[in-house]
């Protein structure tokens, strides 16, 4: 597998997103948590250099898109050239939804590198859901295998909240009772 790197970087009128290589589950939540951060009024995702994106990453670029259009009001735009376009962004007519722009800005400096830090499985697991309802939101010929993903997903950490919740419970009842 290809190793990815995220790059964060600054232009005139905002943040550049850059990923080299796949992108990921993996590095999908490191990207909503600099949007999160970021006040910049442009965000613009850089696909130039990017490989492969799975459903979770794609995603995650709705959500983005989303969390611009709410106020306060940013522009989001992808940088990818037309075959890069196609070969990335065609599953379930995504392609339609996003605004492209054929040439990234040039960063003011050099891009920074973000590490990407493994997430409790649990919160991992409601991210990835979150995408993939997001992802079935759009309709489209793929929007009800997203859904059955983020179904899956829900159901899975119902149980396992609810397999924790019992722990917590058993853990209460056998600890030592402290004397008032």
Do not use: N
């Not at 995220?6 to 550049?16: D, E, M, P, T």
């Not at 939101?137 to 950490?157: P, Y």
Request: net charge negative; with cysteine; glycine share 4%.
């Amino acid at each position: 597998m290809i190793a990815s790197e995220l790059l964060v970087g600054h232009f005139a009128k905002g943040i550049i997103l850059r990923i080299v290589g796949r992108g990921t589950m993996q590095e999908s939540p490191a990207i909503r948590a600099v949007i999160e951060q970021s006040p910049a009024a442009v965000i613009v995702f850089d696909a130039t250099e990017c490989d492969y994106v799975d459903s979770t990453f794609l995603g995650c670029l709705i959500w983005t898109k989303k969390a611009c259009e709410a106020p306060p009001s940013r522009q989001f735009q992808i940088a990818a050239s037309a075959a890069t376009r196609i070969r990335l962004f065609t599953t379930s007519s995504i392609g339609r939804y996003f605004d492209f722009i054929d040439a990234c800005p040039e960063p003011l400096a050099a891009p920074v590198r973000i590490d990407v830090e493994k997430l409790d499985p649990a919160v991992l697991g409601r991210h990835v859901m979150r995408c993939h309802e997001l992802l079935a939101d759009l309709g489209g010929d793929k929007a009800e295998a997203f859904r059955r993903v983020a179904d899956r997903l829900a159901a899975e950490l119902r149980e396992r909240d609810a397999e924790r919740s019992i722990e917590l419970r058993e853990q209460a009842q056998h600890a030592p009772q402290v004397a008032r």
